[in-house]
């Protein structure tokens, strides 16, 4: 997940912002056409080879849609794969992280915020939820149980002795709690991760069992491979998603729900998504079947939904080619309403909302989710204690992938044009150590990492390696230290030295053979800023040309632009116009945009009615020193009216300051804007917070304004502007 904050507008702030910001854009290039997936002999070959599921799970679940509740029952078979004997086995129950919320996840936080919003009839304990343990026997008596801090203890009757196996039934029943959480529901649709009494994972080293709670900040997966076979009661209407081979019959007790059966073995995780309101699209190639479930709720959405389907195969067959063959006969895409946030589990992925002008063939977080299933599903790994081996190896997977669909922006370039200089984590901290920087640590210094093994020794060899660590940890667990083992073992000492000390360096940064070089990275930052804006305008529907981003957006498609700057003003009113001239220059600058100053009056008369009669217009400081204003007065005023800007009236008020943009007098398809103070000077308003709404005006990521009239504090007292979709998910 991406987070921007717009809160500083200082150059360096901005220049980050936007290159965070740029980071979670998908961007539009031309992409060549990948071959179908691996045949399902290939596939099924590989599932035979597969190692007896340690864990064997036969749920028996029954959903209370009225009272948002599930009431169930597992039997589950562990064998103790360890040399210790245990005396008592442990399940994850991480429903509890829902129990208040100081333990649930903060990445839904905003979310759920904004659904209080919208829902303010539903009281605080509506948004939590938990799990009650009913009961624990084997062979059927009963046994000693405590559930605590998301950790349910089982002692056992009996000593468990290495190789051995026991049975144990659990009684549960489930509190599913409103809004936006991993298990949740809202609107039309139920969550349904975390929903069961899971194995926690024994650690033979220290002689004991995972009971780690999930993760506030990040995640906390961490499953041994399992045989599912789950019996679910649901609704009749219901349409319900869950990994493996689906059957359906009626309930023949009780009319009107249905028995939805799933059986998934070599399974890392088992969630599921239901909704009465579901529709599935499904497509089949060469043994494998990809199933979108959506909401339709637009025209025409079923075909971005087949296009979504096609990449999938894509990114799926890349893989397979890649790194090792997907071995399911399936993989499921569920719609839901999260924003900011994709999630990915084994053989399901969780994508937010589809939008009329969704990309789906340049959709690189859906992209980021599919190689999960390679780093995650298939390869596991404590995502606590080593999120790199998930996290570092999806995000190079997506951009591998989009260098080789020849997407220039969205390939290599993405990981070369990162710099990480002044992030002083470790790639291989933990969840606790990289405190809030979990994204530059693992994605970002990650991916960087292992582009630089693939840059070092080449895409054969690189390959080769990908090829043996698949291999070697496929339905099992991964640890740095079996990565560093595999890298040695294929590519030599020097390689697992290399990588051995960029895991654990907290200052390392890509050499400097696989930087860009500063003209490639001002050619980067150009194309992305004029593809993230574009991206953005489209977002709104019948946005108005009048918009203050759309200036720049012009700017960047190749329409000239002045500033023109006040020659009249008076010496402090100077001095204000170049401080925010300044910013102005610096904002242009980062993004590769070339225009004009113009701040003298005889210039102004020479360039007035034919180069400014064709430009895009900036024009700053007061309306009575400002030569352009003055010369187009009669025309502003007119265009102001399509604003609903009274211009005579703000231009007339004592002390007032802000910003209106409108079509240009002399030509309709370009631009003015101008950035207004009444009086000399800014009297009594600081110059600072009047570049920072200036700039936040500009921003791809912000709403779009029209107008905007500043108090004598600096702050908005009336604005005209336009909800960016986009907007929410950057600043608080």
């Keep these: ?54 864990v064997q799970y036969r749920i028996h679940a029954k959903l209370d849609e009225k009272n948002m509740r599930i009431q169930g029952s597992e039997t589950v078979t562990y064998r103790n794969m360890s040399k210790d004997t245990l005396r008592e086995i442990v399940f994850h129950t991480f429903a509890d992280a829902n129990r208040s919320q100081a333990t649930q996840t903060s990445m839904f936080k905003r979310n759920n915020e904004e659904i209080r919003k919208e829902n303010p009839q539903k009281k605080p304990e509506d948004f939590l939820g938990g799990i009650d343990i009913r009961s624990a026997a084997a062979d059927g008596q009963s046994l000693s149980f ?45 969550n349904g991760a975390h929903w069961f009494p899971v194995m926690s994972v024994y650690n033979e080293d220290q002689h004991a069992w995972d009971k780690t709670p999930y993760s506030q900040s990040f995640e906390t997966d961490y499953y041994e491979l399992s045989d599912f076979e789950v019996h679910f009661n649901v609704p009749e209407a219901y349409q319900i998603l869950l990994p493996g081979n689906i059957t359906t019959q009626v309930d023949p007790k009780e009319p009107g729900r249905k028995i939805v059966t799933a059986v998934a073995d070599n399974t890392r995780e088992l969630v599921f998504f239901a909704s009465p309101n579901y529709k599935v699209e499904r497509v089949t190639r060469d043994g494998l079947t990809v199933e979108y479930y959506y909401f339709d709720n637009m025209p025409d959405k079923n075909k971005l939904v087949n296009e979504y389907i096609d990449t999938a195969f894509k990114a799926i067959s890349f893989f397979s080619e890649k790194f090792g063959n997907y071995p399911y006969p399936e993989f499921r895409i569920a719609e839901s309403y999260v924003e900011g946030v994709a999630v990915e589990f084994a053989r399901v992925i969780q994508m937010g909302q589809i939008r009329p002008n969704s990309d789906p063939a340049h959709d690189y977080v ?91 020794v080449g895409e054969e060899k690189f390959d080769m390696f990908m090829k043996e660590y698949y291999k070697r940890y496929v339905y099992k667990n991964a640890t740095i230290s079996g ?33 860009l070089s500063e003209a490639e990275t001002a050619a980067y930052f150009h194309e992305q800023f004029k593809q993230s804006y574009h991206l953005s305008l489209t977002q709104a529907a019948n946005l108005p040309a009048e918009t203050m981003s759309r200036i720049v957006n012009k700017a960047l498609q190749g329409e000239p632009l002045t500033i023109v700057v006040s020659d009249q003003a008076g010496r402090q009113a100077k001095k204000q116009q170049q401080t925010i001239l300044a910013q102005l220059e610096g904002t242009l600058g980062i993004m590769g945009i070339r225009y004009e100053v113009v701040s003298d009056r005889q210039t102004l008369k020479k360039k007035l009615k034919k180069e400014l009669g064709t430009s895009n217009i900036i024009a700053i400081g007061s309306a009575k020193t400002n030569g352009l204003i003055q010369a187009l007065k009669p025309g502003i005023i007119q265009k102001s009216k399509a604003i609903g800007f009274d211009w005579k009236s703000r231009m ?25 103070w009444n009086g000399d000077a800014l009297n009594g308003s600081p110059v600072e917070p009047f570049a920072e709404q200036m700039l936040l005006s500009l921003v791809f990521s912000s709403d779009f304004y029209q107008y905007y009239v500043l108090s004598t504090t600096g702050h908005v007292a009336a604005d005209k502007k336009i909800t960016n979709p986009m907007a929410k998910f950057f600043g608080e």
């Design 652 to 676: 007339n008020q004592k002390a007032s300051s802000g910003a209106y943009v409108i079509k240009h007098p002399y030509n309709q398809n370009r631009l003015l804007l101008h950035f207004f």
């Design 1 to 54: 997940m991406v987070q921007t904050n717009f809160k500083s507008v200082s150059q360096k702030a901005l220049t980050c912002s936007l290159a965070v910001a740029l980071a979670a854009c998908p961007l539009i290039q031309v992409t060549q056409a990948w071959a179908a997936p691996a045949a399902s002999s290939a596939r099924s070959v590989l599932a035979d080879h597969a190692q007896h599921a340690q």
């Design 146 to 190: 405590s559930n605590s801090n998301q950790a349910l203890t089982v002692k056992l009757q009996q000593e468990l002795k290495p190789g051995e196996a026991v049975t144990l039934d659990i009684g549960f029943e489930v509190k599913i709690p409103y809004g936006m959480q991993r298990l949740s529901y809202y609107k039309d649709i139920i």
């Design 366 to 456: 859906f992209v980021h989710e599919i190689a999960h299933q390679w780093f995650h599903a298939l390869i596991g790994n404590n995502s606590e204690t080593e999120s790199f081996l998930d996290e570092g190896f999806a995000d190079f997977s997506k951009v591998y992938f989009a260098e080789k669909q020849g997407d220039d922006l969205n390939g290599f370039k993405s990981i070369q044009i990162d710099d990480l200089s002044s992030l002083d984590k470790p790639i291989a901290a933990t969840n606790t150590e990289v405190e809030d920087l979990h994204s530059p640590t693992f994605y970002n210094k990650g991916r960087q990492a292992i582009y630089q093994l693939y840059r070092t």
């Design 483 to 515: 990565l560093l083992q595999t890298i040695q073992d294929t590519l030599g000492e020097e390689a697992r030295k290399d990588m051995d000390k960029i895991l654990h360096d907290p200052h390392f940064v890509l050499k400097p053979e696989f930087q």
